[in-house]
């Protein structure tokens, strides 16, 4: 059975710093592209930063270009967010979801496999 555990969300204030961390299980851990979403109150579920299997590649949404860093531990089964200069715009669930590609995709549809999220409070 695959579970993603996400953890690290939290109230903070604006302009501090989170790590979110999502523990990946019952699955080949290294041949998945991951990926980070969130949804904010009355939004979509947008996309955030996504890391190819390897790890060599990476992507962000413009809104958090500069101040997220999606990394990734094999070894672990663990892909981090890194999330710096919060804003209270960045509040949302976060979710970190796995896509057996070798590159991450943006669009939530794309993905196999959902965590149940971690909630991320920015307040000004």
């Known amino acids: 059975q695959v579970q993603l555990v996400e953890s690290g969300g939290g109230l903070v204030q604006a302009g501090a710093s989170l790590r979110l961390s999502c523990a990946a299980s019952?699955?080949?851990?290294?041949?998945?592209?991951m990926g980070w979403f969130r949804r904010a109150p009355g939004k979509e579920r947008e996309f955030v930063a996504g890391?190819?299997?390897?790890?060599?590649?990476?992507y962000y949404a413009d809104s958090v270009k500069g101040r997220f860093t999606i990394s990734r531990d094999n070894a672990k089964n663990t892909v981090y967010l890194e999330m710096n200069s919060l804003k209270p715009e960045d509040t949302a669930i976060y979710y970190c979801?796995?896509?057996?590609?070798?590159?991450?995709?943006?669009?939530?549809?794309?993905?196999?496999?959902w965590g149940q999220g971690t909630q991320v409070t920015v307040s000004s």
């Open positions: 890391i190819s299997r390897r790890g060599g590649t990476t």
């Open positions: 979801a796995a896509d057996a590609s070798v590159y991450a995709k943006t669009t939530p549809i794309d993905y196999d496999y």
């Open positions: 019952g699955l080949t851990f290294s041949v998945y592209a």
